[in-house]
């Protein structure tokens, strides 16, 4: 009777161990996947000092999170979703890393018309900010696919210009802390003086603060 029992909790602890080692492979190599779809008022700006334009920006995609820490969270903007400004997709795909403790990532790409040239994109960990190099044209105004208008910074969420430097200057400490590069976003739209980081656009009288706020 005793073998009997002993026998049976050895039959139900391997079932348990079994059951046990299949929840946490699967935790370990199936990460948890979540639709992502978030709208924020953005703005374009400008390296020549002209007029920013506001924008309407969209970012969707797929998050997948690892549970167990084992690997890298990681936003999938796929070849349907992705970023959008006004509508329109800047980016023809982009997947962007992110490690655990660092409140941006960044992540430059390579389109397949390779004389456009790299184009950066950098996303907060939060999913709360997007800045990120697009092209623009003027005279359709509107944004274009990269490399097939005038080079501008996206920046969003911004409502004004002040949001705008807020938004650069968080991201650019952040960036200087891990030495990441940070000349794609800051030059020539800021500097950095005595009195901390300003955005240009700020110090020009004939662009007060505020003026081109969205209604």
């Given at each position: 009777m005793k073998k009997k029992k002993i026998f049976t909790f050895a039959i139900i602890l391997a079932v348990v161990l079994l059951i046990a080692a299949g929840v946490v492979r699967y935790l370990w190599t199936v990460p948890a996947e979540s639709a992502v779809d978030k709208t924020y008022s953005g703005w374009l700006m400008f390296p020549d000092g002209r007029e920013p334009v506001s924008c309407q920006v969209r970012l969707a995609g797929t998050y997948y999170h690892y549970r167990l820490g084992n690997d890298m969270d990681r936003l999938d903007g796929g070849y349907e979703s992705g970023l959008f400004v006004d509508g329109v997709r800047p980016f023809e795909y982009f997947l962007i890393y992110f490690r655990e403790g660092e409140d941006y990532e960044a992540v430059s790409i390579l389109h397949s018309n390779v004389d456009s040239g790299l184009q950066n994109m950098a996303v907060s960990n939060a999913l709360d900010m997007v800045v990120a190099e697009v092209s623009y044209d003027t005279q359709r105004e509107k944004v274009v696919p990269w490399g097939s208008g005038d080079k501008c910074l996206l920046v969003a969420p911004a409502d004004n210009l002040e949001e705008v430097e807020y938004q650069i200057s968080?991201?650019?400490?952040?960036?200087?802390?891990?030495?990441?590069?940070?000349?794609?976003?800051?030059?020539?739209?800021?500097?950095?003086?005595?009195?901390?980081?300003?955005?240009?656009?700020?110090?020009?009288?004939?662009?007060?603060?505020?003026?081109?706020?969205?209604?």
């Open positions: 968080r991201m650019s400490a952040d960036f200087q802390e891990n030495d990441w590069d940070t000349e794609w976003f800051e030059y020539p739209f800021i500097h950095t003086g005595a009195g901390g980081t300003r955005l240009l656009l700020l110090d020009d009288p004939s662009v007060p603060a505020g003026r081109h706020a969205l209604k």
